[in-house]
């Protein structure tokens, strides 16, 4: 029992590259968020999905795309990327348990 | 839609000493409230949760208290210890265990 597993775990981009994060979860969570954390920002909503097959934008979803493939399997995907999306990166699941998170991602723009 | 804001930013206390952390919502539809724990270089972990018919909740040293009336509710840790020192963040929701709003993050810095 993995729990949420988020890969890759650290990643550099040049400005303008696209990338996916991933997201798998094996705990039969209903809902999966993706959260940004910057310092003194706590953790952002970027975009969640409530159930399989929806997706909704959370608070800072510009410049961000996401995909529920299954229930399993949420993905966040940038396709220009900023200086300004530099940041650590969470996948949490939820909806019928608290949120329970993955190890994150540090993404660095250049 | 849902505002959190937590006080203070940064604790710090001796250890054996109690911290309190204090959190405000402005969307009287939440109802769900947890704290999470986060030490350095990994996850938010959850630690305590609190729904809107409780007003508190104790579990060992962490105790959470919700005032509805007044849309706030704080974290109580009793005894500190070093291990105690992490980042903690309080979080408000409309439906058990749906979106979350978080607040901005507690450092608390517990001295042996």
């Known amino acids: 029992n993995a729990g949420v597993t988020q890969t890759p775990k650290f990643q550099v981009l040049k400005t303008g590259q696209s990338m996916t994060l991933q997201c798998a979860q094996d705990m039969n969570h209903n809902s999966m968020y993706w959260y940004r954390q910057d310092p003194g920002m706590g953790l952002r909503l970027i975009y969640y999905?409530?159930?399989?097959?929806?997706?909704d934008k959370g608070e800072v979803p510009n410049g961000y795309n996401v995909s529920r493939l299954n229930k399993r399997e949420f993905s966040l995907r940038l396709e220009s990327a900023a200086p300004s999306q530099t940041s650590v990166y969470f996948c949490?699941?939820?909806?019928?348990?608290?949120?329970?998170f993955g190890d994150g991602t540090r993404l660095s723009i250049l | 839609g849902e505002n959190v804001e937590q006080h203070p930013s940064t604790l710090s206390v001796q250890e054996g000493d109690s911290a309190v952390i204090k959190c405000t919502y402005s969307?009287?539809?939440?109802?769900?409230f947890p704290w999470y724990k986060q030490e350095l270089g990994k996850r938010p972990q959850l630690i305590i949760d609190?729904?809107?018919?409780?007003g508190e909740k104790k579990d060992q040293r962490i105790a959470v208290t919700l005032n509805k009336t007044a849309k706030h509710f704080s974290l109580h840790i009793t005894e500190t210890q070093p291990e105690d020192s992490a980042v903690y963040f309080c979080a408000a929701g409309g439906t058990s265990y749906g979106k979350l709003t978080f607040g901005q993050g507690t450092i608390l810095t517990v001295h042996p």
């Open positions: 609190i729904r809107s018919n409780v």
């Open positions: 999905s409530a159930s399989e097959g929806t997706t």
């Open positions: 969307d009287s539809a939440s109802n769900y």
């Open positions: 949490a699941g939820g909806g019928n348990q608290p949120q329970h």
